[in-house]
């Protein structure tokens, strides 16, 4: 499996941007889907965006879409997530996540087998 480490979270705010990293070591990056999600205190971990092995597809949660973008660089084993906009209820912990084989699995957790271990993002009002 690839294995995902999450950088660039911190404290922004309201309005403010941030890069969001992702670093994947291990198997072929670029065979993976890949997908960025968020759990904030006390709520269920939540979709934002996902991007196809290619990176010729993308799918964005109705709560980020026009403010976030979701990348990768596979020459670089990296995926991104820059964040425009940002609002007090976009603070959560968030995780990307790798999906190995032909299906893309959207916006569906379920369909994700590799995790990272999370970077905290807090947005002050």
């Known amino acids: 499996q690839v294995q995902l480490v999450e950088s660039g979270g911190g404290l922004v705010q309201a309005g403010g941007s941030l890069r969001l990293s992702c670093a994947a070591s291990?198997?072929?990056?670029?065979?993976?889907?890949m997908g960025w999600f968020r759990q904030a205190p006390g709520k269920e971990r939540e979709f934002v965006a996902s991007?196809?092995?290619?990176?010729?597809?993308?799918l964005y949660s109705d709560s980020v879409k026009g403010r976030f973008t979701i990348s990768r660089d596979n020459a670089k084993n990296t995926l991104y997530l820059q964040m425009n906009s940002l609002k007090p209820e976009d603070t959560a912990v968030y995780y990307c996540?790798?999906?190995?084989?032909?299906?893309?699995?959207?916006?569906?957790?379920?369909?994700?087998?590799?995790w990272g271990q999370g970077t905290q993002v807090t947005v002050s009002s």
């Open positions: 291990g198997r072929t990056f670029s065979m993976y889907h």
């Open positions: 991007i196809s092995n290619a990176g010729s597809t993308t």
């Open positions: 996540a790798g999906s190995f084989g032909p299906r893309n699995p959207g916006g569906n957790p379920a369909g994700f087998g590799s």
